[in-house]
């Protein structure tokens, strides 16, 4: 076998670790698979031989690509037009699929990079601190306080208790029903008093320039646009889990997809996330497929 088949044999087992971290580290699927291959190009010029643990060196490579791919990406948000969401990711994306939710997602994009790497490395993926200091070239003390810092920050976004698999779609089939028949007696019993609705559309699509914050003003966007359905129909394609929360993805009137995600709490539906930037939803086409 030649230099690069070798290379890429004992590069593969790592591979989906490897798109888990660097797709929680930057939220962005294309993002992911660009540093993961810049990993892998890593790996290809490496003396493997003098490598005594592959996994370890190749998170550490990954998460140092991540951090500095964040200095342009915060950069980037700064200017960015609306609320930013993470990339959706699809439940046939399994090797993306773990605990770190939507919520928390959006979390960790209000910490550092330094201190979404802590956390992520040593609470996600239970890496020893000893490792996780040596990935992101800091002593292990500081990187105890930054993966604690972090803790306090993101701990009303971890999740609460899993939804059971089958409810949570059958709350998306009826969440989808409702809001586009204009169902307002059934969205009322469905939706938390202080539900927020937040929309992603970059600039490209029209979305709210801020997030909806109230039952009150969540069912007037959903009455008004109930009127629009019948002629600007919106087209079921699938129902599923994306970034681990039930959902669903339609075909909007202009031709676009756009993914739907709900967070539900004791019951009742407390976020609705709907991405509708169309840079951000190409790589659904292929898994939806």
């Not at 669903?248 to 709900?262: P, R, S, Y």
Request: with cysteine; hydrophobic share 45%; net charge negative.
């Amino acid at each position: 076998m030649d230099r690069s088949g070798d290379a890429a044999q004992s590069f593969e087992p790592f591979r989906p670790k490897l798109r888990r971290v660097a797709y929680r580290m930057l939220g962005s699927v294309a993002d992911a698979e660009d540093v993961v291959q810049d990993a892998f190009l890593r790996w290809l010029d490496t003396d493997r031989s003098a490598v005594a643990t592959p996994e370890a060196y190749l998170v550490r490579v990954t998460t140092r690509l991540c951090l500095d791919v964040l200095k342009s990406a915060r950069r980037r948000r700064e200017t960015y037009i609306g609320p930013w969401l993470p990339e959706p990711v699809f439940e046939a994306d399994s090797d993306l699929d773990d605990d770190v939710t939507l919520p928390l997602l959006i979390a960790l994009e209000r910490l550092s990079p330094l201190e979404r790497a802590a956390f992520l490395l040593h609470d996600v993926f239970g890496m020893p601190f000893d490792d996780v200091a040596a990935s992101i070239g800091r002593d292990v003390p500081a990187t105890r306080q930054l993966a604690a810092r972090a803790r306090q920050h993101v701990h009303d976004a971890r999740p609460r208790f899993t939804v059971d698999r089958e409810r949570g779609l059958a709350f998306a089939e009826a969440f989808f029903n409702a809001s586009r028949s204009g169902d307002l007696s059934a969205l009322t019993t469905m939706l938390a008093d202080d539900v927020t609705l937040t929309g992603d559309g970059g600039g490209k699509r029209p979305a709210g320039m801020e997030p909806l914050v109230g039952i009150a003003a969540v069912l007037k966007l959903f009455e008004g646009l109930a009127t629009r359905f019948p002629v600007r129909p919106s087209t079921l394609v699938r129902y599923g889990q994306i970034n681990g929360l039930p959902g669903f993805v339609t075909l909007e009137a202009d031709g676009l997809l756009q993914t739907t995600t709900l967070d539900i709490q004791d019951g009742r539906i407390a976020g609705i996330y709907v991405v509708r930037n169309p840079d951000k939803l190409r790589h659904l086409e292929a898994s939806l497929n």
